[in-house]
T-cell receptor, first 115, second 113 residues
Framework: ETGVTQTPRHLVMGMTNKKSLKCEQHLGHNAMYWYKQSAKKPLELMFVYNFKEQTENNSVPSRFSPECPNSSHLFLHLHTLQPEDSALYLC??????????????FGSGTQLSVL | GNSVTQMEGPVTLSEEAFLTINCTYTATGYPSLFWYVQYPGEGLQLLLKATKADDKGSNKGFEATYRKETTSFHLEKGSVQVSDSAVYFCALRENSGYSTLTFGKGTMLLVSP
């Protein structure tokens, strides 16, 4: 148990669906992240929030929309996805972005399949 | 920009064999280096880290030494167990100011009894 919980664990959706991924952390951290994990590719950083403010968007398509209502919760809203968006989506948190040698705590991920 | 290169997997070993997973990096400054491990069905968790040249990180029998001259951070273990089967990710993070982790592609390790 890492203290970072993601739901759902598995999600299958059609290209016209709208769904949301949820992440919750009970560690008192101020930074939260969304990563995309695809086979044979480096872990891709998608979004970063620090103290509820989005600080990074790594050229992610607009069909992915993040939301961070407070420091403990992070959502990823999905709309009109493509089959190539099928992947494991990982949420992570850390104390903040300025501490050196910062350790990330990851959730178990949501395995997304887009049909 | 920063990047991390890991050896292609899967690495297949018998129990009690010696393990090496190669990792090299490119960075503009002097980063901290990390190994994360992902067990089946789980997220990544920190295995070990090193913050400056010649530092050795160690945990659970795994070791890695920060080699600035070769820009490498190879992961080693003297005797692997079946329970070490997982995906191992090398990563770096700049030590100055605001920065995030840059990960490699991951290397799958399969250990058979």
């Amino acid at each position: 148990e890492t203290g970072v919980t993601q739901t759902p664990r598995h999600l299958v959706m059609g290209m016209t669906n709208k769904k949301s991924l949820k992440c919750e952390q009970h560690l008192g951290h101020n930074a939260m992240y969304w990563y995309k994990q695809s086979a044979k590719k480096p872990l891709e950083l998608m979004f970063v929030y620090n103290f509820k403010e989005q600080t990074e968007n790594n050229s992610v398509p607009s069909r992915f929309s993040p939301e961070c209502p407070n420091s403990s919760h992070l959502f990823l809203h999905l709309h009109t996805l493509q089959p190539e968006d099928s992947a494991l989506y990982l949420c992570a948190s850390s104390q903040d972005l300025t501490a050196t040698n910062e350790k990330l705590f990851f959730g178990s991920g949501t395995q997304l399949s887009v049909l | 920009g920063n990047s991390v290169t890991q050896m292609e997997g899967p690495v297949t070993l018998s129990e009690e064999a010696f393990l090496t997973i190669n990792c090299t990096y490119t960075a503009t400054g002097y980063p901290s280096l990390f190994w994360y491990v992902q067990y089946p069905g789980e997220g990544l968790q920190l295995l070990l880290k090193a913050t400056k040249a010649d530092d050795k990180g160690s945990n659970k029998g795994f070791e890695a030494t920060y080699r600035k001259e070769t820009t490498s951070f190879h992961l080693e273990k003297g005797s692997v167990q079946v329970s070490d089967s997982a995906v191992y990710f090398c990563a770096l993070r700049e030590n100055s100011g605001y920065s995030t982790l840059t990960f490699g592609k991951g290397t799958m390790l399969l250990v058979s009894p």
